[in-house]
């Protein structure tokens, strides 16, 4: 029998899987109305051929505001179509553009882009890397002049790219209007960090927060409607079971009302349910489905941590290896020491440590508490809430954590001294 010929007989419950994506655009936002109402009034000015009000669009994760701004730009694009207006809304995620050289190539890649403008519209040639950034900007001011019209640039996750490259590409996309006649831009910033302004020029700042919007979360009963219209489409009818999306949508309502943890939990239900070859998506399903996604986030942000937070890490995992379930931060310091010697990294301060030990207490992956010593002052307690085989394994990955001189530290050593 051929590897996946069982798989060709499975019956599936989904009938269109890609629509509990994160990716997909819903033609209905529900219960974002409000929201979607006061950015298209904002916007209004475009379809005159006038400049729109600079935004800041804030809320946290999966709450929708991607894509309402999404909805609202294919809206007015096609509203100024209508009626012959040149109207371009361009889409920039910043966790990926996050340099002012990218961000100014990446807009004008766009509006010229072969499928989205007529054969007399300008070129303006730029690489994607080796030119000065003046020389790009001043190119990227000159393709805006010559198509003329409105040009809407949407910076998503706008605080990537200020934490990364500072405000400069914002002080030069706020003043370039002042150098356009026949063109106007407008941005949009969009983040999920409603204090990432604190890192603007108080310049740059004024310019760019013209119009502020924050986006609140989901509650449960409207997580319920936004699961039931995309479950609609996703599965075949009678797959789901009653309760289900009832339970995804609180699980998600307790994590700030997350529409894509809503969403990812009723994917990750479908397919265990699937490959079980179950009839329909049952409770169970969304309980097994949300450890695996807690399983799989913690993994992911394991992955993506700076080496030294990985050492700080791998210092605590050294622990259980010595019997010790507990401990304390002033220990992970003295073991830490060793294994950023043993990988020839500069030793961190005691401060910069503890602050390290806060962050991996905030993505999971272990569990703290304060606890008083007396005369003594307070320590932080640690412990991992699961296993450590998973995370050893993730980090040594990390060629670096293969190192054979990370066997040589002597634990031995490490047992007599926290007895």
């Known amino acids: 029998m051929g590897l996946f010929e069982k798989y060709l007989t499975n019956q599936t419950i989904f009938k269109e899987r890609e629509v509990l994506r994160h990716s997909y655009r819903p033609s209905i936002l529900p219960h974002r109305q409000p929201q979607m109402d006061t950015v298209a009034s904002i916007l209004a000015p475009a379809i005159r051929a006038e400049t729109p009000s600079n935004i800041l669009i804030y809320g946290k994760t999966g709450t929708g505001k991607t894509a309402s701004v999404r909805y609202v730009g294919a809206e007015l694009e ?40 007529s054969s007399d519209r300008p070129s303006s040639k730029i690489p994607m890397t080796g030119w000065p950034t003046d020389q790009v900007y001043h190119e990227l001011r000159n393709l805006i002049e010559a198509i003329g019209g409105v040009h809407i640039i949407v910076l998503d996750e706008i605080d990537k790219l200020v934490k990364k490259s500072g405000d400069e590409t914002l002080y030069n996309l706020t003043r370039i209007n002042s150098e356009l006649k026949n063109a106007r831009v407008c941005m949009i910033g969009i983040s999920n960090d409603l204090l990432f302004t604190s890192f603007l020029d108080h310049r740059v700042l004024s310019s760019l927060s013209e119009e502020e919007i924050v986006f609140p979360p989901y509650n449960a009963p409207q997580l319920v409607d936004i699961l039931q219209q995309r479950a609609n489409q996703a599965f075949h009818e009678n797959v789901v079971e009653e309760g289900v999306i009832p339970l995804c949508s609180a699980l998600a309502a307790q994590e700030h009302g997350d529409a894509r943890r809503a969403l990812d939990l009723l994917r990750v239900s479908g397919e265990l349910a699937e490959r079980e070859n179950a009839a329909g998506v049952t409770e169970e399903h969304v309980r097994a489905a949300q450890r695996k996604i807690d ?102 990955e990390d060629s670096r954590f293969e190192d054979a001189r990370l066997n040589q530290i002597d634990i ?7 007895r």
């Open 78 to 117: 096609k509203a100024c179509g209508s009626i012959g207006v040149e109207c371009n809304v361009i889409h920039l995620n910043c966790e990926i553009i996050d340099t002012q050289y990218r961000v100014f190539a990446q807009i004008a890649a766009t509006l010229e882009d072969d499928e989205g403008r």
């Open 412 to 418: 031995s050593r490490f047992k007599n001294l926290f």
């Open 295 to 396: 399983a799989d986030s913690l993994i992911e942000g394991i992955k993506t941590l700076p080496t030294q937070s990985k050492a700080v890490l791998y210092a605590m995992l050294l622990f259980p290896e010595m019997g010790k379930q507990v401990f304390t931060s002033g220990e992970v310091v003295q073991v830490y020491r060793e294994v950023a010697q043993a990988l020839d990294l500069d030793v961190l301060t005691h401060r910069r440590i503890t602050d390290l030990i806060s962050e991996l207490t905030m993505l999971g992956v272990i569990k703290a508490r304060l606890v008083s010593r007396g005369r003594y002052g307070r320590t932080k307690e640690m412990w991992f809430g699961a296993g450590t085989r998973k995370i050893l394994e993730t980090l040594r």
